[in-house]
């Protein structure tokens, strides 16, 4: 197992609505990613936090937002929900160093997702 | 043109033969390159990661091909267990930690 968690594991939602998705990140890991994988795609990244701040970021509108909390752990919110939004959400964790530490570290691991229905 | 491409499969194969998987990439700053392995509705993960050197892992073979941004995984003696879906994985590593991924490419062995 990765000890990477995350909950809930199945979410069965409305248009329009907001969820919230949680994550736990592996012990002496400091950044948390979030991926969303359609089906039959592979993951897509959609952003990174590290120090409780937003790293970097990938394709995805501002309703796609999140939060990484002083424990590492995070929370991956998507307001205003669209039936394209129906996917696996994926957390990984990993270490994030600097320069050469940064190649040798990482690897990221990722939570048992969570499967989110749009309906 | 995708940034990370890989034949989609599926790859039918018996037990005991040798398959190989090819992924190509597109950005040639990328710094990272990895396979994950991914069951039916389960979380991606980590086969192995992949040197220029080639690098071998018992049954599994990676290698890469900077100059021709191609990346390749032989399985050698398939098992059953083998059967899933083998992602493609780039790292640009661009000041933060994001991984690409191809859509996969699926292996099914059969007894």
């Known amino acids: 197992e990765t000890g990477v968690t995350q909950s809930p594991t199945h979410l069965i939602k409305t248009r329009g609505q907001q969820v919230t998705l949680r994550c736990s990140s592996q012990?002496?890991?400091?950044?948390v990613s979030w991926y969303q994988q359609a089906l039959g795609q592979g993951p897509q990244f959609i952003f990174q936090?590290?120090?409780?701040?937003?790293?970097g970021r990938g394709n995805f509108p501002p309703r796609f937002s999140g939060l990484q909390f002083p424990n590492y752990s995070s929370e991956l919110n998507v307001n205003a929900l669209e039936l394209d939004d129906s996917a696996l959400y994926l957390c990984?964790?990993?270490?994030?160093?600097?320069?050469?530490?940064?190649?040798?570290?990482?690897?990221?691991?990722f939570g048992a997702g969570t499967r989110l229905s749009v309906l | 043109r995708k940034e990370v491409e890989q034949d989609p499969g599926p790859f039918n194969v018996p037990e005991g033969a040798t398959v190989a998987f090819n992924c190509t990439y597109s950005?040639?700053?990328?710094?990272?390159f990895f396979w994950y392995r991914q069951d039916c509705r389960k979380e991606p993960k980590l086969l192995m990661s992949?040197?220029?050197s080639g690098n071998e892992d018992g049954r599994f073979t990676a290698q890469l091909n900077r100059a021709s941004q191609y990346i390749s995984l032989l399985i050698r003696d398939s098992k059953l267990s083998d059967s899933a879906t083998y992602l493609c994985?780039?790292?640009?590593?661009?000041?933060?930690?994001?991984?690409?991924f191809g859509a996969g490419t699926r292996l099914a062995v059969h007894p």
């Open positions: 990984a964790s990993s270490f994030h160093g600097q320069g050469k530490e940064m190649i040798a570290k990482n690897i990221q691991y």
């Open positions: 012990s002496g890991h400091n950044t």
């Open positions: 936090y590290y120090r409780e701040e937003e790293n």
């Open positions: 950005n040639s700053a990328s710094q990272s």
């Open positions: 992949v040197y220029s």
């Open positions: 994985v780039v790292n640009e590593l661009r000041g933060y930690n994001k991984l690409i």
